[in-house]
T-cell receptor, first 112, second 114 residues
Framework: DAKTTQPNSMESNEEEPVHLPCNHS???????IHWYRQLPSQGPEYVIH???SNVNNRMASLAIAEDRKSSTLILHRATLRDAAVYYC?????????????FGTGTRLTVIP | GAVVSQHPSRVICKSGTSVKIECRSL??????MFWYRQFPKQSLMLMAT?????????EQGVEKDKFLINHASLTLSTLTVTSAHPEDSSFYIC??????????FGEGSRLTVL
């Protein structure tokens, strides 16, 4: 399974943008890049996913490098509710349902 | 959005007893559901893939006789931890996906074995 590498932790001030990096140098041509986040004592929730082009939704933006070996999840204005562990995962299909192996993720702390 | 619900959210049991955890897709049918385990401060580990009407597929190192999975309908999968021991104490999470779209996770079930 293709692996991803993320920083263990990051901090951000409230209402400032956050850029969460992810390296996936062994990504295959058909792997989708998925981001999920997990709030304390809850199951993960979907954030965003993409293949090659940058993606935007109401929660975040996903910037994918041209060579697809890295990506960045962008939270435009961090709130206290965004404090969570963010997982960058490679999945073999668009749903991410297959090959969804979670790495250690990045624990985001939002400072009021 | 689609909802996946787990029950119970918390369970405490004595060592040697069996515990059943239910995972339901509330507004969609799921032929496939996934079961994960998460120890404190660690990431999720995929335990098994539950297939409606057929046997579950277990990940390497997961004992199928210890963790019984039944997926009898398109909206329900159950995980039974048999003869639970303290080392089985963990946060168990299920997930499911509609035929197209993202993966939805349950709220998780925290098992404590005394």
């Amino acid at each position: 399974d293709a692996k991803t590498t993320q920083p263990n932790s990051m901090e951000s001030n409230e209402e400032e943008p956050v850029h969460l990096p992810c390296n996936h140098s062994t990504i295959s041509g058909t792997d989708y890049i998925h981001w999920y986040r997990q709030l304390p004592s809850q199951g993960p929730e979907y954030v965003i996913h993409g293949l090659t082009s940058n993606v935007n939704n109401r929660m975040a933006s996903l910037a994918i490098a041209e060579d697809r070996k890295s990506s960045t999840l962008i939270l435009h204005r961090a709130t206290l509710r965004d404090a969570a562990v963010y997982y960058c995962i490679l999945g073999s299909d668009q749903t991410g349902a297959n090959n969804l192996f979670f790495g250690t993720g990045t624990r985001l702390t939002v400072i009021p | 959005g689609a909802v996946v619900s787990q029950h119970p959210s918390r369970v405490i049991c004595k060592s040697g007893t069996s515990v059943k955890i239910e995972c339901r897709s509330l507004d969609f049918q799921a032929t496939t559901m996934f079961w994960y385990r998460q120890f404190p401060k660690q990431s999720l580990m995929l335990m098994a893939t539950s297939n409606e009407g057929s046997k579950a597929t277990y990940e390497q190192g997961v004992e199928k006789d210890k963790f019984l999975i039944n997926h009898a309908s398109l909206t329900l999968s159950t995980l039974t931890v048999t003869s639970a021991h303290p080392e089985d104490s963990s946060f168990y999470i299920c997930s499911a996906t509609p035929t197209s779209g993202e993966l939805f996770f349950g709220e998780g079930s925290r098992l404590t074995v005394l």
